[in-house]
């Protein structure tokens, strides 16, 4: 697509529910990250993938989050028993990496904004 | 962990004055990258610094990286009410034999213009 692409643009739980946030990068980009900013912050990292796997997810805060990318395109992040704290811009980015010829530059989604009550 | 410190937090300039905006890492960076936010929207891409010393024009806009690798910064000549937004600089760690990875972004700063 022209631009990497997150459905819900906004997405209203209550404390203790599940959420699925989806993330569509920009076609070819094989490299794929998952950041989080709360009001007045910058993105915070929480994991990226090169391809299918997990190649660092080590800014997931805890084991309630869990993302996947099953083939290498469309990533989901997953929160499990949402609490309040959650409550942020949920960014996706997507690039191309230099040794696959890209530039590495990261380009970001629209954001999905996650309210927990 | 890698930090990365944007000063100001907040700059409130007159249109046509001058902007500035400092960035510095607690460690090497491999490259930088600087980012603009409008109110509401998501981080836009501007530009990426990856040489030691490197200084780089968009117009307006002028990035420099320190030769040291663990500064930056974004100047703005003769500022326009367009320019509003938060600047964010976001840096990639060296770890040899990656040319990928997160992102570490500062706190950014927040312009306000005045015309």
């Known amino acids: 697509g022209a631009g990497v692409s997150q459905t819900p643009s906004n997405k209203v739980t209550e404390k203790g529910k599940y959420v699925e946030l989806r993330c569509d990068p920009i076609?070819?980009?094989?490299?794929l990250y998952w950041y989080r900013q709360s009001l007045g912050q910058g993105p915070e990292f929480l994991i990226y993938?090169?391809?299918?796997?997990?190649?660092?997810d080590s800014g997931l805060p805890n084991d309630r989050f869990f993302a996947v990318r099953p083939e290498g395109s469309v990533s989901t992040l997953k929160i499990q028993r949402t609490e309040r704290g959650d409550s942020a811009v949920y960014l996706c980015?997507?690039?191309?990496?230099?040794?696959?010829?890209?530039?590495?530059?990261?380009?970001f989604g629209p954001g999905t904004r996650l309210t927990v009550l | 962990g890698q930090q990365v410190m944007q000063i100001p937090q907040y700059q409130h300039v007159q249109e046509g004055e001058d902007f500035t905006t400092y960035c510095n890492s607690s460690t090497t960076l491999s490259n930088i990258q600087w980012y603009k936010q409008r109110p509401g929207g998501h981080p836009v891409f501007l530009i990426q610094?990856?040489?030691?010393?490197e200084v780089k024009k968009q117009k307006r806009l002028t990035f420099q990286f320190g030769e040291a690798k663990k500064n930056s910064s974004l100047h703005i000549t003769a500022t326009q009410t367009t320019d509003v937004g938060t600047y964010f600089c976001a840096g990639k760690k060296s770890a040899g034999g990656t040319s990928y990875g997160k992102l570490t972004f500062g706190q950014g700063t927040i312009l306000t213009v005045h015309p």
């Open positions: 993938f090169q391809g299918t796997g997990a190649a660092d």
């Open positions: 980015a997507s690039s191309f990496p230099l040794d696959r010829g890209g530039t590495d530059t990261q380009y």
């Open positions: 076609s070819g980009h094989t490299a």
């Open positions: 610094l990856v040489k030691s010393g």
